[in-house]
């Protein structure tokens, strides 16, 4: 067997956005931006990436899933660029992509010990939230695709996931906690919303502004919301909401209402759009335009 290194490409931005689990919009604004990576172009202009461009790509990710802005993180590949024979060969199949395969693995045997042990030794892989979208997210999404209400065995599997899951995010968002929070944000699913997992991927993207989020939990209606508003004062509210709610405009006044003057913004695949039917309440939804970060970046952190 021959012990050379293996070498990947020419490869197409879709293959290197697959391989490395970074978008391909991101990949052609690091390239427009930063010059990171700068691919060959094939005759009809079409991007080819080589194993030196996947390599960059994965530093990069990995540079900023743990906090670095990119700008910061292409000067420094640019810096510090692997001398080409030295270069260790990147692994053909991403770390990620193994745990997660060894995570439904596990839950495809029944093994809820092979199931938490797999996930815990994902934790190491990179940052909390990198974790979190890159192992968590995509095996429950996995998980959506086999779930169907009349099979038992995907139902089984699904709770016998979600409890693991949900222990090891709330673990992950009491190590990820901000120990000098520049503010406070109350974060809960809307009335009758069971699913939580998005409640801690909120959290985490807050920890890393040094917001410390209170995780209300599922099902929380306006009500309790107006409560948890009065005697906490946050700075924000998140709200997610993975289900199309029953009346959603009403349901909207209603946060809107509990929410008073304190910004508060939803998300989930169960908000109705357009962003309007939101905002005419006093909130904002996640879209195009409009992710956590930037209506973070626009409020006024009372610092705490
Ligand atoms: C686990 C699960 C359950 C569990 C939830 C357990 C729990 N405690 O969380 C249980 C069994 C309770 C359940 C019930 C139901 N479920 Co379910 N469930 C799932 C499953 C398999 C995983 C959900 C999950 O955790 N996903 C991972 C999260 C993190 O990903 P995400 O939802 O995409 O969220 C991301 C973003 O949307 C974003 N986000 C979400 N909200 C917000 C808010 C803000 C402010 C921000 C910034 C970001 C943000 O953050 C996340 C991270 O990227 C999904 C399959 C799937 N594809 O997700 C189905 C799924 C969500 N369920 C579905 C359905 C239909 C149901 C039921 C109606 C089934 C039924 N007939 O009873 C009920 C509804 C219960 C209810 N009223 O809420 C559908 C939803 C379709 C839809 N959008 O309408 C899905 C997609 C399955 C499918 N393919 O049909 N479910």
Known sequence: MSTAPHRIGPLSIGAVAELTGVPAPTLRAWERRYGVPHPDRSASGHRIYDDRDVALVR????????????????????????APDQAPQPPVSDPYDTVVERIVAAIDRFDPDALESELRRGL??????????????????????????????????????????????????????????????????????????????IAFRLAQRRIKAVVLGARTPPSVIAVAVERMQPDLVALSSTVRPADPDALLAAYGQSCGATPWIIGGTGVPQPAERVAVHGGRCIGPGLSLDVFVDRLTLTGR
């Open 59 to 82: 530093r990069m990710r990995r540079l900023t899933d743990g906090g670095i802005a990119p700008r910061v993180a292409a000067e420094r590949l640019r810096r510090a660029p692997p």
């Open 124 to 201: 190491v892989l990179g940052s909390t939230l990198a974790v979190y979208e890159r192992v968590m997210v995509p095996v429950m999404r996995a998980l959506g695709e086999r779930w169907r209400h009349d099979d038992p065995v995907s139902i089984a599997q699904e709770h016998l996931t979600t409890e693991v899951m949900r222990d090891v995010a709330q673990d992950l968002h009491r190590l990820a906690r901000p120990s000098d929070p520049v503010g406070l944000a109350i974060v809960a699913c809307v009335a009758d919303e069971q699913h939580v997992l998005p409640l801690y991927a």
